[in-house]
């Protein structure tokens, strides 16, 4: 039962182009929603997160955007560089009164930023 | 300054022994987790845990047990290895157990069952 679905097992981008990174979810109780980036042999990094009252929210070159309706969200990331190439995981959370029981991941998709 | 960390990095053991896993943080987080990345990279919530309360992905084997000598630190204590506990296992922390808290994870431990 994939609740959090990241389609793309892979992407391939040009240095300084925009990647964008996309996400869909089923469950619709999830109302905290967050990327994390991994390389190879360390734990993922905290990279951008959104709450289900927002439908946009930037940090500098990292923009997450969040379609409630669709249950979709995506990352854009512009421009694109080297250091960006990992992978990027979507996760999602509900909120259970006090008792959250951890962040659902997708399964991450692998960007490769070429020069 | 390492904020989660984990030992050891690597742990290759055969099957039906009892191994742990060890989590410190020194992030002051009130909370911390384990996951577990089965080798199709799913990370999948085995454990949140604060000084109140222990949840439990109804999912995890009994075998499976955390445990928590102070604050900082969450052990994980597997019994009778299996070949299928093989798989990367993450140690995270948050400030508070709640949606919106980042949770902040360690390198992983690689763990091998033969």
């Known amino acids: 039962d994939q609740q959090v679905k990241q389609n793309s097992p892979s992407l391939s981008v040009q240095e300084g182009r925009i990647s964008i990174l996309n996400c869909d979810y089923t469950?619709?109780?999830?109302?905290?929603f967050l990327w994390y980036k991994k390389y190879p042999a360390e734990g993922p990094t905290f990279l951008i997160s959104?709450?289900?009252?927002?439908d946009k929210n930037e940090d500098g070159r990292f923009t997450v955007f969040l379609n409630k309706s669709a249950k979709h969200l995506s990352l854009h990331i512009v421009p694109s560089q080297p250091g960006d190439s990992a992978v990027y995981f979507c996760?999602?959370?509900?909120?259970?009164?006090?008792?959250?029981?951890?962040?659902?991941f997708g399964k991450g998709t692998h960007l490769i930023i070429q020069p | 300054d390492t904020a989660v960390s984990q030992t050891p990095k690597y742990l290759v053991t055969q099957m039906g022994n009892d191994k742990s896993i060890k989590c410190e943080q020194n992030l002051g987080h009130d909370t911390m987790y384990w996951y577990k990345q089965d080798s199709k990279k799913f990370l999948k919530i085995m454990f949140s845990y604060n000084n109140k309360e222990l949840i439990i992905n109804e999912t995890v084997p009994n075998r499976f047990s955390p445990k928590s000598p102070d604050k900082a630190h969450l052990n994980l204590h597997i019994n009778s290895l299996e070949l299928g506990d093989s798989a990367v296992y993450f140690c995270?922390?948050?400030?508070?157990?709640?949606?919106?808290?980042?949770?902040?994870f360690g390198p992983g431990t690689r763990l091998t069952v033969l």
């Open positions: 959104i709450s289900s009252i927002k």
């Open positions: 996760a999602a959370s509900k909120w259970a009164g006090g008792g959250a029981d951890g962040l659902t």
């Open positions: 469950n619709s109780m999830f109302d905290y």
């Open positions: 995270a922390s948050s400030h508070e157990r709640g949606s919106t808290d980042t949770q902040y």
